[in-house]
């Protein structure tokens, strides 16, 4: 009988609470609808590319742009898509080539960028040693560094890397290196501030149960940190997926080694008088479709990823 006296004058704070909330939910209706009216012209405004891009891939009259409001052209055909499928440009390379050279790049920028990253992130985190704030700063002073300021000095390293007939910098391996060079700088920070908000009494108390600092790491900090990862990796993937810069310099020659955005930016003609918008639509569809599922996949930890490494740092 105790319990249950003692129980009601603790469950009023609660239903006060719930009482406000529902309050404050009951916006006016003019508040309402400015709020609708924003969100509408929010998702107009984000979705209108898309709809243009999707409805000049379907259009067979090659415009450079649509000549009415419909999303479905007249007489709406899918030959765009399977013409850059079967062979994008004049090169002899098909479509699934240059994506499977993209996702070599992608796929090793990504696993590089969170494996060396999420150990110099637990570094900075945890660890206190000589030279830890200079390091600190000099990975800041990196990441503040355009990309294409590294072209040169990364041409010229991984030149020098020759095996036998192999060159290390005309390789997709070569390409990976250098874009994970600039991905690092930020995988770090952003690691290191979603290790931040880890509590350290967990690792204290398997320290006490007898865990080394690998265990801890290993069983306890990697799996905390899945959603600071998803995002790291995510961003790489991105970062190697539609890499440019770095490609067209470095992969001259063997237009085999090509990747996506080379392409693309190859399917552009002088001035752009000459360019086959349909099958650039169609096919700037098909570089963007990747990432959209990859997105998809790892959006949960995406999101509370971005919304708690940015807490701390």
């Given at each position: 009988?105790?319990?249950?006296?003692?129980?009601?004058?603790?469950?009023?704070?609660?239903?006060?609470?719930?009482?406000?909330?529902?309050?404050?939910?009951?916006?006016?209706?003019s508040?309402?609808?400015?709020?609708?009216?924003?969100?509408?012209?929010?998702?107009?405004?984000?979705?209108?590319?898309?709809?243009?891009?999707?409805?000049?891939?379907?259009?067979?009259?090659?415009?450079?742009?649509?000549?009415g409001?419909?999303?479905?052209?007249?007489?709406?055909?899918?030959?765009?898509?399977?013409?850059?499928?079967?062979?994008?440009?004049?090169?002899?390379?098909?479509f699934?080539?240059?994506?499977?050279?993209?996702?070599?790049?992608?796929?090793?920028?990504?696993?590089?960028?969170?494996?060396?990253?999420?150990?110099?992130?637990?570094?900075?985190?945890?660890?206190?040693?000589?030279?830890?704030?200079?390091?600190?700063?000099?990975?800041?002073?990196?990441l503040?560094?355009?990309?294409?300021?590294?072209i040169?000095?990364?041409?010229?390293?991984?030149?020098?890397?020759?095996?036998?007939?192999?060159?290390?910098?005309?390789?997709?391996v070569?390409?990976?290196?250098?874009?994970?060079?600039?991905?690092?700088?930020?995988?770090?920070?952003?690691?290191?501030?979603?290790?931040?908000?880890?509590?350290?009494?967990?690792?204290?108390?398997?320290?006490?149960?007898?865990?080394?600092?690998?265990?801890?790491?290993?069983?306890?900090?990697?799996?905390?940190?899945?959603?600071?990862?998803?995002?790291?990796?995510?961003?790489?993937f991105?970062?190697?997926?539609?890499?440019?810069?770095?490609?067209?310099?470095?992969?001259?020659?063997?237009?085999?080694?090509?990747?996506?955005?080379?392409?693309?930016?190859?399917?552009v003609?002088?001035?752009?008088?000459?360019?086959?918008?349909?099958?650039?639509?169609?096919?700037?569809?098909?570089?963007?479709?990747?990432?959209?599922?990859?997105?998809?996949?790892?959006?949960?930890?995406?999101?509370?990823?971005?919304?708690?490494?940015?807490?701390?740092?």
């Amino acid at each position: 009988m105790t319990n249950r006296v003692g129980a009601v004058p603790s469950a009023i704070p609660a239903a006060r609470v719930i009482v406000r909330r529902r309050q404050r939910s009951n916006l006016p209706m003019s508040r309402q609808a400015l709020l609708q009216v924003l969100c509408l012209l929010i998702t107009v405004t984000v979705l209108f590319p898309i709809v243009w891009i999707v409805s000049i891939a379907l259009d067979p009259r090659n415009i450079a742009r649509p000549d009415g409001l419909n999303l479905i052209p007249p007489g709406a055909t899918l030959d765009a898509f399977a013409q850059v499928i079967r062979q994008p440009t004049q090169n002899p390379v098909s479509f699934l080539q240059l994506a499977l050279n993209s996702l070599v790049i992608a796929a090793l920028v990504s696993v590089a960028s969170v494996g060396i990253g999420v150990l110099a992130a637990y570094a900075f985190s945890r660890l206190q040693f000589r030279g830890r704030e200079f390091l600190m700063i000099a990975v800041l002073a990196v990441l503040m560094l355009p990309a294409i300021a590294t072209i040169a000095p990364l041409f010229v390293s991984l030149n020098k890397i020759q095996i036998g007939s192999f060159n290390l910098r005309a390789s997709l391996v070569g390409v990976a290196l250098a874009v994970t060079s600039g991905q690092l700088p930020f995988a770090i920070w952003n690691m290191k501030g979603y290790l931040d908000t880890i509590p350290r009494d967990l690792e204290e108390a398997a320290s006490v149960d007898g865990a080394n600092r690998f265990q801890i790491f290993w069983r306890i900090i990697l799996p905390l940190s899945k959603p600071v990862i998803a995002v790291t990796a995510f961003f790489g993937f991105i970062a190697g997926w539609t890499e440019f810069y770095f490609s067209w310099m470095f992969l001259v020659g063997d237009t085999k080694s090509w990747t996506l955005a080379m392409t693309l930016n190859g399917m552009v003609g002088q001035y752009a008088a000459s360019t086959p918008w349909s099958q650039f639509a169609a096919y700037a569809i098909l570089v963007a479709l990747p990432v959209s599922a990859v997105y998809l996949y790892l959006q949960k930890y995406i999101i509370s990823g971005l919304t708690i490494g940015g807490v701390k740092g």
